[in-house]
Structure formats: structure tokens, C-alpha cells
């Protein structure tokens, strides 16, 4: 059997024009894996062009494309002699009646509709391929019998002529006919033979010849001359008869012989007469014949499905019967009529498609039911032209359909049970086919995205000319695995954005090749929601951690700040304390003192940013970090917003934290800056002592009578909207775009005012701006002590102090303002060093004044183990800044003072004197007592 790809040993070459890139490399890869030789074109013009270079053997030709539909690249290859007989499939989506028979009125010999099943291509290819080999060959064959039919005319033509010739002159003819005359005796012996025989036989003149003895001579095999004796004595002559003769050069040849006897006048056998020729040639074109049908025998039989040649009168020339069996063998015989013998009628059909063909010379295709056995056909016909171009034959291939007709019944019933049962689930089903076309979808998908069957999915979907990114069609196509999950968002008929789970699985046909993908599309809005909402929430830790990180930075640059500090301050007030009071560098020297003052102030705003106590609740004057908040925002806000301050210093005492009064300030000016952006206006914050009675209307905050302190932040801005007003402390509401609010600056406030036992309130028209109160309770009032009316001398003494710090120039101040207060000192930048000196003579020191940070050996560590040598010894530890130690934890260490730095000249000296003062009340002398 030959194989579908290959005739005659050669690869079939195959056209395939389409302008979709998807589906010229599907049907690429279908024809070139089953042996074809696939030649693509991209355009009609192309196709043109390329056939012009090289004839194809078949042509798979799209309607549909953007330069020449395939009708009329069609029309121009049949109207060319030199591309008119290749084989025209077209393949399209369209599957309209009328756009088949255009097809074929433009000169196709198929049709095959959009979206197809790689093995129909196949068939229908392998089909057209064989019968236009076919239709070559019997050309061929017709061809060679036409030559031999004038050739054989053209001697008998000649043996008449040379007939009535010899009847004029019998010598002339019989010495030139063609046909070589033998006489011989009942013995064999030749008697007479013309010059044709001489010439066959291989001899030189007729005189060679006489008297020898047929047998020896002539006969190729001696028992065929008795075999020939037995028929003439029984039958006098015969006619045709072929014997195989031998040459004088002993090649064999075939004769075909007529022999009769010749009688005397009793009837007796006296001779025997006889003419022969030469049929070798003959019989070696009539062996190649035979050949050439078997071979075509072979062809029509290995085709699958019922193949018929028809001529005019629909008499049946060849028959493959496929498919056929009731027929009889009496009924095939003698060329039957096809309607007699498939349809048992006695008439042609109504509109039959082979008459027509013999009228238009158009292939067609037809579905035919067969009354006889009840079966449904697809019957695809085409002419088979002479060399007249005249319609000589109908080619027919008739394939069985009545199982796909009872799969399409079958499929619809399905289909309709699957219709109720999709209707009604909750998730979204669809099918998409390879080119990413909706071939169905389920009521939830329709409700949701509108009629989309039959368009493109990521047009529909996501609203893309391209293929999604991640597309998990794309992924189960490819790899041929599934299913295949991801998360996918899109948008609806109304334009709103959706999210989707979509889980895609592979559709396969009963060869398990992948015809197409089914999804199933969740919808997941409320979980992306939340994972949205948990995004955030990382968000703002991440920000909550780079907060604390800038705060760990704040406070490094604090510690070496201040320690620069202190020498500042401590020269400077050494300086002036020398100058002349009224002085013009007195003045100039104070405002050197101001400006180390307001680097002080600076520094605590930025330690602002390192407090990690979270509830640090201790009586707090809120003007303080008010005023300092709002210097810190300036920086931040536009200046287009005026930033107005009514902030009474005099306001009693409440119990806060001051981190969370700072963020509480924080959000609320952030908020009102926010509501005032691109336009600008005035941002006032207002800070005042009242008294609520019992009588007050704002006793329905649910406040207990008694001494607030109130903070009041207003702005200009566009105000809130009724409607959002019950819900702006809400945790995540917010009427911010995305990716500029989280929804939980007010929530927040709200929660830290409460947690201070106090209570919010909010006021807001739209257009005309918003304001917030917020109601601390004040602490009781405490007795207050005036200031000292005229300053008093810095208290010294003359006990011996260690002073330990890493800075050179904290050591040399430090010394010089206790030097100048009479105290001994011994000062050392290495806590090792000191530790040593310690060691030494642990009962030659009064007190230790030690920095913290410093390396080798913290502060805190050398208390520990100072205090483990005299666990008396007074300590007072400074530090700039210092996450690992604060007031609490000094104590419980044992440390007297913990002072934060830079410490000024006096609070220098009142520490000092402080710890040697309560050392001497626990009952242990110091140096300076002992006589």
C-alpha cells in the first residue's frame, strides 16, 4: 500500500495560504508529521507568486484575507493552463451553503469548515491527492490506447491498401507485406516465405530459409508445433493464435499466428499457409497496461469510503464498492446505472450532482440519504476532463456519515443536559478552541460578559489584542498538560474590573490529541480583598520597621550630636560667665549659647522618632509636643497651607504618652493637608483649658464633669460628605484613590484618644472645611514653686572624681567645669583603663561620671562592675542616645543619675552634688569629711 504522502516514491508538496499565523502553523504541523512536503504562504499574492515558481501537488487555500480572498486567487490559478488542474481545497470558518458552492463555482474541488479535526485535513487531502493521481493515470492510460488505436488503424489502413495492390500486382504485394507468409509441407519444410519473414526471422534472403524444417528452425519451443498440429487437424485453421519463434541469431520473440490447411481436391492436408507478426511490443505495452490497473485496482480499493467513475449517461465504469455489500455481483456487472444499483430506482435523482458536473464542470459536495440500507452519505464529486477539456468522466467518493449524524442527535441531547446542568452552577464555564476563540460559554459567563461566543477571549475578557500574559490556555495547549490555575483579572460588560480563579483543562478527542480547553472561572473579588487589605497591612508594618530603623539612625546621630553639644555648651557658658556684663561679645556670645540651645531643641525632635516605649504614660504638658510636632511638619507641608497656632501654654497637665500624642497630631495635619492640596488654605490648631459641668451639652461624649484640655485641628479643605461621616473612624474606610490611603489614620487617633480616656468629635460641611476636638482630662492640679529670684552659685566641693568617656572634648570640659568647682579629677577615654584605676584604689574615688556608649566596654557594664567592687560607689552615666538603657534601667543597676546629654554647666554641678550629698545621708564618708 502507498503510503498517503508519497505517489510514484515522491513526497507530495502541499500550498498552505493563510493570513493567521495560528492556523498556517497548525496545519503546518499536521501535513508536514504525516509526511507532506508543506510550502506556506501568508497572502493570497504570495500563493499566486509561489505557484508561478513551483507547481504544488495540492493547495489548502483560506477565503478569508486581508489582499485576495481565496475565491479569487482561485479563479486565477484556474484560469491559467499551468496551475488549472491542481487540486483546490478551501478552508474556512464560513460553513454557509452558498459559500461552498462559490467555492466551488471558483474552481475547489473541496470545502472544509472551520474548526476542523487534523484527521478530516488528512482524508480529504489524502483523498484529493490519490484521485488526481488517479485521474493522471487514467489520462495516461487513455492516452497510450488512443496511440495504439491509430497506430493499429494506421496498418490496417496500410493492409488494405496493400490488399488492392495486390490485386493488381500480387508479386509487389506480397513481397512488402508486413506480415511475414510461411508455406510448408505436412513435414515442416518450408516451401515459400516473403521478405517480411526473412527480416524477422533474421536471415539474409528467402533462399536461407527454403527446406529447412520448421521445428528446427522457427519454433521456439518444439512441442508447440505438435500442439498447433493437433488444433488445425481438429479444427482446419486457427486464427491469433501466439507462439513464441526464435531469430537465426537465437532471440526469442512473440508471433501471433493465423495457420490453415491447405487440401487437395479429396480434403487431404497437403500443406499448411500461414501469417504471423511481431507482437513483443505489443505485448509488453499490453503487460504494462495490465499493470498500470492493477495498480489502479490497488489505488480505488485502498480508499476508504464508496469511489465511483460515472460517465454521461451515469453508467458505473469502475466501482470500488466500498461499503456496499447488499449490492450482488450481477447487479455490478456490465456497467450498471448508479441510481438502479444504489438506489433502486428507475430514475436519475432529482437534481443530480453528477449531471451537473457534466453541465458546469464544478466539483460539488452533496449529502445523500440512502433509502435502500437508511444511511446517510457525503458524496464529493469532480470531472475528470479530456484533452478537449471536455467533461469525459465523474469522479465520486461517497463517505459513510449515518454514525456522525446519530454522534450530532446524540451530541445535541448531551449538550442540552449539559445546558441545564451549567446553567445553574456558580462558577463560570467556557470552552476556548486553539485560535482563542469562545466556542461556548454558561449562563454566569453571559450575565457577566454578554454574548461571547465565538470571539476571541482576551478581547472579551480583558479587553487585550494580545494573549493574556500567564494565559492558561496558551500554557495547556502548549504543553498538553493540565489542569492549569492561576489568577486572572478582568473586565466585565459594565467596565468594572473583576478578579478570577480560572482552572483550565485540557479537551481531548478519542485519539487523545487536544481539540480545545475548558475553564472554570471563580470569581474571587472578596478573597483579593482581603489578601489586599493583608497587603497593607504588611505595607505599614514595612513602614512601622523603616520608621524604627530611621529612628535607630535618628538616634546615633543624636548621641554624637549631643556629645558635640556639650562641648559646645560647656565652653561657651565657661566664656561667657569671664565676659564684661554689657558687653557687645557678651551678646554676641549668648547667641553662640541660643543657637547650641535650639541644636538642642532639634535633637529632640529628632529622638521624636527613636521613643519605643509603646504606652509611656507619665504627665505630659501638650503644648510641648504640639509646638514641636507642628515645627517638625512645617518642612512637610505645602506652602500654600498656612499653618495657624492658638496654643495655650498655661493648660493643666494630662496623662499621655507623648509618642502617641505626636502620631495622633501626625495624622490629623497629614489629613488636613491632604483635603487642602492643589488649592491651599489655612491649617489652625488651637489648644485650651475648659471646664465641662453637668449642664453642658457635651456631657453626651459621655465625659465626666471636670478640667479638659482641649485640641482643636480645622482646615479649609472640600469637608466630608454627609453620608461618609458615621464611618470615617472605621478602620480601612477611606475616601482617598487607591495606592494614596490605607483607611486607618483616623481609626487610629480614635483608638489612642480613648486609650487616654478621652473622646473625638468631628465637624464638617462640604466646601467649607473640617474640624476635630479632641478632650483630654487634665491631671489635678499640684503645688507649684516659684522660681528662684536671682540665681544662685553653682554648688562644688573637693571630692576626687573619675570621669570616663570615649570623646577627648567631652573629657576636657567635663574637667575644666568640676576643676573650676574645686572637685579632683582624674579622666580617662578608655572604660578599661578606668576600670583599672579603679582597681587599684577603689576607696580613692567619691564618685564616677561615665558615658555610655563608648567601645570595648559599655558605661553600663562598667557600673556593673564598679558597683561589684564597692557597691556604695555613686555613679552618674550620660548618654546622647541609647536604645539599650534608659532612667528605669539605670537604677536597677544601681545608678544614681541618669542624665541624657548635653548636660549644661549647672545641671552638671547639681548632679554632682546631688550624688555626693545623698552618698554622704546613707551613712558613708566621703574624702572630704575625713580630718
Known sequence: MIHAAKLDNKPREILVVDDTPASLQLLADILGSNGYRVRPASSGRLALRSVAVARPDLILLDVKMADLDGYEVCRQLKADAASRDIPVIFISALDGTADKVKGFDAGGVDFITKPFQPEEVLARVKTHLE??????????????????VRQRTAELCQANADLRESE?????????????YLLANMDGAILLVNQASVQMLG??????????????????????????????????????????????NGEHFIASCSV????????????????????????????????????????????????????????????????????????????????????????????????????????????V????????????????????????????????????????????????????????????????????????????????????????????????DQVCPGCGVRQVFSTGQGPVTNEQKGIDAAGKEIWSEIIVTPVTDEQGNITSALEVVVPINERKRAEEEKREIERQLRQAQKMESVGTLAGGIAHDFNNILTAVLGYADMVREELIPGSRTLMLQQEVINAGLRAKDLVKQIL??????????????????????????????????????????????????????????????????????????????????????????????????????????????????P???????????????????????????????????????????????????????????????????????????????????DEEFVIKIERFILENLGYRITATTSSLEALRLFEQQPADFDLVITDMTMPQM???????????????????????????????TARDIGIRVFALKPVSKKDLAEMVRSALDDTRKTGRQTRADIP
Open 203 to 248: 536471415y539474409d534472403n528467402a533462399g536461407e530459409l527454403i527446406g529447412r524444417k520448421m521445428g528446427d528452425e522457427i519454433y521456439g519451443r518444439p512441442a508447440d508445433r505438435e500442439k498447433l498440429k493437433a488444433i488445425l487437424r481438429e479444427k482446419g485453421r486457427v486464427d491469433d493464435y501466439e507462439l513464441p519463434f526464435r531469430r537465426r
Open 168 to 180: 493488381r500486382k500480387f508479386k509487389t504485394i506480397f513481397e512488402n507485406i508486413q506480415d511475414g
Open 858 to 888: 559599655t558605661g553600663a557594664d562598667l557600673a556593673r562592675k564598679l558597683l561589684a567592687i564597692r557597691a556604695d560607689m555613686p555613679i552618674i552615666l550620660c548618654t546622647g542616645f541609647n536604645e539599650l538603657i534608659n532612667e528605669e
Open 608 to 721: 521624636t522618632f527613636s521613643r519605643q516605649t509603646e504606652h509611656d504614660f507619665k504627665p505630659l504638658q501638650l503644648h510641648l509636643i504640639i509646638k514641636e510636632t507642628l515645627q517638625l511638619l512645617r518642612a512637610s507641608i505645602p506652602t500654600t497651607i498656612e499653618i495657624r497656632q492658638d496654643i495655650h501654654t498655661c493648660c493643666g497637665a494630662v496623662l499621655a504618652d507623648p509618642t502617641q500624642i505626636h502620631q495622633v497630631m501626625l495624622n490629623l495635619c497629614t489629613n488636613a493637608s491632604y483635603a487642602m492640596q492643589g488649592k491651599g488654605g489655612v491649617l489652625k490648631v488651637s489648644l485650651q483649658e475648659i471646664q465641662i459641668g453637668p449642664e453642658d451639652q457635651l456631657a453626651t461624649l459621655e465625659l465626666q464633669p471636670g478640667r479638659y484640655v482641649q485640641l482643636a485641628v480645622s482646615d479649609t479643605g472640600a469637608g466630608i460628605r
Open 131 to 148: 484521485l488526481r493521481h488517479l485521474q493522471v493515470q487514467l489520462q495516461k492510460a487513455y492516452a497510450d490506447v488512443e496511440l495504439q
Open 260 to 367: 490453415h490447411l491447405v487440401k487437395d481436391a479429396n480434403g487431404q492436408p497437403i500443406a499448411l499457409e500461414g501469417l504471423f507478426r511481431d507482437i513483443s511490443e505489443r505485448k509488453k505495452a499490453s503487460e504494462e497496461l495490465k499493470q498500470s490497473q492493477r495498480l489502479l485496482q490497488s489505488l480505488f480499493d485502498a480508499i476508504p469510503g464508496l469511489l465511483n467513475v460515472l460517465d454521461k449517461d451515469l453508467n458505473i465504469i469502475y466501482s470500488n464498492w466500498h461499503d456496499h455489500d447488499y449490492i450482488s455481483a450481477e447487479q455490478r456487472a456490465d456497467n450498471p446505472k448508479c441510481y438502479r444499483v444504489f438506489l433502486q430506482k428507475e430514475e436519475p435523482c432529482p437534481h443530480c450532482h453528477v449531471q451537473g458536473i457534466f453541465a458546469t464542470g464544478k466539483p460539488c459536495i452533496a449529502e
Open 369 to 464: 440519504f440512502n433509502n435502500v440500507d437508511g444511511g446517510y452519505k457525503e458524496v464529493s464529486a469532480f470531472p475528470v476532463f479530456d484533452e478537449a477539456g471536455k467533461v469525459r468522466y465523474v469522479v465520486e467518493h461517497a463517505t459513510d456519515i449515518s454514525e456522525r449524524k446519530q454522534a450530532e442527535l446524540a451530541l445535541r441531547a448531551e449538550k442540552e443536559k449539559l445546558e441545564t446542568v451549567t446553567r445553574n452552577i456558580g462558577v463560570g464555564l467556557t470552552v476556548i478552541s486553539r485560535d482563542f476563540r469562545v466556542l461556548w460559554a454558561n449562563r454566569v459567563l453571559k450575565e457577566t460578559f454578554g454574548d461571547i461566543e465565538g470571539k476571541i477571549c482576551h478581547q472579551i475578557f480583558n479587553k487585550r
Open 723 to 805: 453620608e461618609d461621616m458615621e464611618k470615617i473612624f472605621e478602620p480601612y474606610f477611606t475616601t482617598k484613590p487607591a495606592n494614596e490611603g490605607t483607611g486607618l489614620g483616623l481609626s487610629v487617633v480614635h483608638g489612642i484618644v480613648k486609650s487616654h480616656k478621652g473622646r473625638i468629635t468631628v465637624y464638617s460641611e462640604p466646601g467649607k472645611g473640617t474640624v476635630f476636638n479632641l478632650y483630654f482630662p487634665c491631671l489635678p492640679a499640684l503645688d507649684e514653686k516659684g522660681e528662684a529670684a536671682a540665681a544662685e552659685p553653682l554648688p562644688g566641693g573637693n571630692e576626687h572624681i573619675l570621669v570616663v568617656d
